[in-house]
């Protein structure tokens, strides 16, 4: 079965569903010009005084807090700061509001999902949207994480301002990890897309789907393609968007 033939079946597996769950990784942004982490050009592959991995733990953060803010705001912010929603983001808003999709999971912390539309949305690693003073737990936006140089500090007590956003080394949210679980087990079809499935424990969500629909949608093979019912190996907006 060619590409072709693949993006028809699906058309026809979406149109037959009104209880979709998404479950998407850094290729679905790469597309809105974020960079990724693990691909030829991605953060892990570039040269830094630090191996990225390390720059974004929690010790480097309490022990390095000057180099993990510049790291953050040259390589996480500023390359998102003007991205914009693309066809995948556009396409899962859509069958949201028509009520076929009942959540979207991701892995990507640049807020774009809800920049399209999308509000049911999981986000298993946190979001650069949003900033907590760590004394008094006051919010800030990006654009005060934008605006400031060095170590931000909260304007009303001083406290250190972290980015919400899991690092190595940090569990994930209890609760999002709970929720997303849910959704998946009551999915009639999860497509997953955009994804390596290399990271854990976001990668091993799949093994709660118990249906036979499981979409997955990547640029380059994975783990779990043996397992799903239909793979297609190209870019993730390009599949959506192409869609009824």
């Known amino acids: 079965m060619n590409n072709q033939e693949k993006i028809a079946k699906l ?17 679905v942004s790469t597309e809105s010009g974020i960079p990724d982490f693990r691909s030829t050009d991605g953060l ?19 022990s390095m807090p000057e180099e993990f803010f510049r ?36 892995q990507n912390i640049d807020g774009l999902h809800q920049m399209a539309g999308s509000r049911n949305v999981l986000e298993l690693h946190g979001s650069v949207l ?10 800030y936006d990006v654009t ?12 009303k007590c001083g406290g250190r301002v972290k980015p919400d956003v899991v ?4 569990g994930l949210d209890m609760d999002i990890l709970n929720r997303a679980v849910r959704a998946i087990s ?3 079809v999860l497509i997953v897309g955009g994804t390596s499935l290399v990271v854990y424990p976001a990668a091993g969500l799949i093994d709660y789907y118990n249906g036979n629909k499981l979409i997955l949608i990547n640029k380059s093979s994975t783990s779990r393609d043996a397992q799903a019912d239909l793979v297609i190996a190209d870019s993730i907006g390009e599949v959506l968007g192409s869609l009824d």
């Open 11 to 27: 058309n026809e597996i979406i149109k037959g569903s009104n209880n979709i769950v998404f479950f998407g990784g850094a290729g």
């Open 44 to 62: 892990y592959n570039q040269q830094y005084a630090y191996p990225p991995e390390q720059i974004l733990s929690h010790t480097f953060y309490r």
């Open 71 to 106: 790291f953050y705001r040259e390589k996480i912010l500023i390359p998102g700061k003007d991205a914009k929603p693309n066809k995948a983001h556009l396409k899962l808003a859509q069958w949201e509001k028509e009520g076929k999709l009942k959540a979207v999971i991701t």
């Open 130 to 139: 949003r900033n907590y003073c760590e004394k008094c737990h006051a919010f």
């Open 144 to 155: 005060h994480m934008m605006a400031k140089s060095g170590i931000p500090v909260c304007d």
């Open 167 to 170: 690092l190595y080394e940090e």
């Open 186 to 188: 009551k999915a009639d």
